[in-house]
């Protein structure tokens, strides 16, 4: 869909105030507390900041999902207003356009969907169909919720039927799809508390040795032998924690 519409790429996150700063803060908190940790060196500092920068990434990736899921669950309701103003005889273009309000209640203003329902008042009104509009937004938001009502959507405008009740069921399965995701999540919340305790603990443990025994790790910095150790450890660490993402992720995909 060609337009000059401002449109959300959900793809290519857009930062909230402060939110850049605060991953920013956090991504140069990292890369210190590993110069400390494995090198003792300020000079450290600058290969280690690739870890800073794929912590970054991984806090980028992570806000888009949580931004897909929120857009989801709000797009649910907002199917759901639709086709309440459908058996009340609104054309469904219409019905899309009134239900801005009770998500604006709902969400605010500022919510995902009251912006891309915002995007499809301005489309409708430069006649854009609101098949196109829907395909976009699920195209741009890659949630596949979205997509497969758009699919629907787009078949019962051209076959007919009931499109209130094609609405209503397709809000229903959404829900069903949002709520099992939810219940993965809770199901794994001890499981993910584990995998972060286990990765500071190795962080803890060096910084109570530390500690309690001054001194005791000085044999491995700033000599070729205790950075080539410390190097190895480093590799092993990210190693572990890349492997603890990915089992996780695994039993995230068998469990849906």
Known sequence: MKTNLMRQVYHNYGWKKGEMLK??????????????????????????????????????????EKAREELAAEFR????????????????ENAF??????????YGEEAPICQELKLIKKGLHINISLEELLVDMARRSCCEDIAQFAQ?????????????????????QIGRQIELRQE?????GGKKMELAIMKIMPFGILLY????????????????????????????YLGAYLLGEHIMKGIMAEMA
């Open 23 to 64: 991953a920013v803060v956090f991504c140069m908190g990292v890369t210190g507390l590993f110069a400390y940790f494995f090198y003792r060196s300020i000079l450290a500092l600058i290969p280690l900041s690739t870890i800073g920068l794929a912590a970054f990434g991984l806090i980028r990736k992570r806000k888009m």
């Open 77 to 92: 309701e907002c199917i759901l207003a639709v086709a309440t103003s459908l058996q009340a005889g609104y054309s469904v």
């Open 97 to 106: 356009l009134e239900c801005r309000l009770d998500m604006a209640l709902m």
């Open 152 to 172: 629907i959507f787009a078949l019962a405008k051209r076959n007919g039927g009931n499109m209130a009740e094609i609405i209503r069921n397709s809000a229903n």
């Open 184 to 188: 993965i999540q809770m199901l794994l």
């Open 209 to 236: 040795i530390d500690v309690g025994n001054p001194g005791y790790f000085d044999f491995l910095y700033h000599n070729f032998i205790g950075i080539a150790v410390m190097t190895g450890c480093l590799g092993l």
